[in-house]
């Protein structure tokens, strides 16, 4: 299986900064990631797929880049309501994982 | 519009079953892959099943022989078959549609509560 990592584990940014999640895989997952949002109480929502492609309806504030093993999310100008734990998914191959999340609190 | 609306969950003893079932609407299920996603409280989450466009499935290890994915055409509804629950089996449970057929999840439902315990 492979292993998705995510770090930090959680991190405390002032409005309008910028936030840089980082999702390293146990292996080459080429590009082959997915970047999730979920607020408490809430299901996930998908905001990156392909490791780079912004899903349709999400800010452009929110991007991903990386190929290989080592894979970024970044938001460029942290708002209030991206309060969330953000997740990375590896979907190269089954079983489908999940990295351990990362939760984003204002501070 | 595209909804998927999860039920079925609720308490049951370790070594029961239980079913859960995803109505959709908005778009066929048979069209889709179809996948459950499980989270326990207060931790990450966990791929559980898909089940393909053409009827294959497939299962991680830590379900693969007790949970069994299915779907009903004529309902457009999702189901999971749970047989031989164990504690760590608590968890919320979503379906989530791929349709992309890349293995990301676009849409989810609102997710149901499964609790094993006696």
């Known amino acids: 299986d492979i292993q998705m990592t995510q770090s930090p584990s959680s991190l405390s940014a002032s409005v309008g900064d910028r936030v840089t999640i980082t999702c390293r895989a146990s292996?080459?997952?080429?590009?082959?990631l997915n970047w999730y949002q979920q607020k408490p109480g809430k299901a996930p929502k998908l905001l990156i797929y392909?490791?780079?492609s912004l899903q349709s309806g999400v800010p452009s504030r929110f991007s991903g880049s990386g190929s290989g093993t080592d894979f970024t999310l970044t938001i460029r100008s942290l708002q209030p309501e991206d309060c969330a734990t953000y997740y990375c998914?590896?979907?190269?191959?089954?079983?489908?994982?999940f990295g351990g999340g990362t939760k984003v609190e204002i501070k | 519009e595209v909804q998927l609306v999860e039920s079925g969950g609720g308490l049951i003893q370790p070594g029961g079953s239980l079913r859960l079932s995803c109505a959709a609407s908005?778009?066929?299920?048979?069209?889709?892959?179809m996948n459950w996603v499980r989270q326990a409280p207060g931790k990450g989450l966990e791929w559980v099943s898909v089940?393909?466009?053409?009827?294959?499935?497939y299962y991680p290890d830590s379900v693969k022989g007790r949970f069994t994915i299915s779907r009903d055409t004529s309902k457009n509804t999702l189901y999971l078959q749970m047989n031989s629950l164990r504690a760590e089996d608590t968890a919320m449970y979503y379906c989530?549609?791929?349709?992309?057929?890349?293995?990301?999840?676009?849409?989810w439902g609102q997710g149901t509560l499964v609790t094993v315990s006696s």
């Open positions: 089940i393909y466009s053409g009827g294959n499935t």
């Open positions: 292996q080459s997952i080429y590009s082959n």
């Open positions: 908005g778009f066929t299920v048979s069209s889709s892959y």
């Open positions: 392909a490791a780079s």
């Open positions: 989530a549609r791929d349709s992309s057929s890349y293995y990301n999840f676009d849409y």
């Open positions: 998914q590896q979907s190269y191959s089954t079983p489908l994982t």
